[in-house]
């Protein structure tokens, strides 16, 4: 079955980096777009950072020049290098697949950013 799995969250100090991962399985991960979202809380999901099946990026203009988005067929996994992070950036982030009419999403893992 289809499975997206994050994880490299956790608890950073403002200006920290983190790098998230998710190991995708169950589908063919080169067709896909893959993109990264976040959920505070009381706020609605919101779209950080996509990567095309070609490599294309786009990002939110909150975290452009600080995030980067990449990705390992070989390996099926997409990954989300932060830097410079702020408490703004607090949340749950979701990895997310989509192809045609399809979508999945992963669990989500937490981000807190606090001193």
């Known amino acids: 079955q289809v499975q997206l799995v994050e994880s490299g969250g956790g608890l950073v100090q403002p200006g920290g980096s983190l790098r998230l991962s998710c190991a995708a399985s169950?589908?063919?991960?080169?067709?896909?777009?893959m993109s990264w979202y976040r959920q505070a809380p009381g706020k609605e999901r919101e779209l950080v950072a996509g990567i095309s099946n070609g490599g294309s990026t786009n990002y939110a203009t909150s975290v452009k020049d600080r995030f980067s988005i990449s990705r390992d067929n070989a390996k099926n996994t997409v990954y989300l290098q932060m830097n410079s992070l702020k408490p703004e950036d607090t949340a749950v982030y979701y990895c997310k697949a989509t192809y045609g009419g399809e979508s999945y999403w992963g669990q989500g893992t937490q981000v807190t950013v606090s001193s």
């Open positions: 169950g589908f063919t991960f080169v067709w896909y777009r």
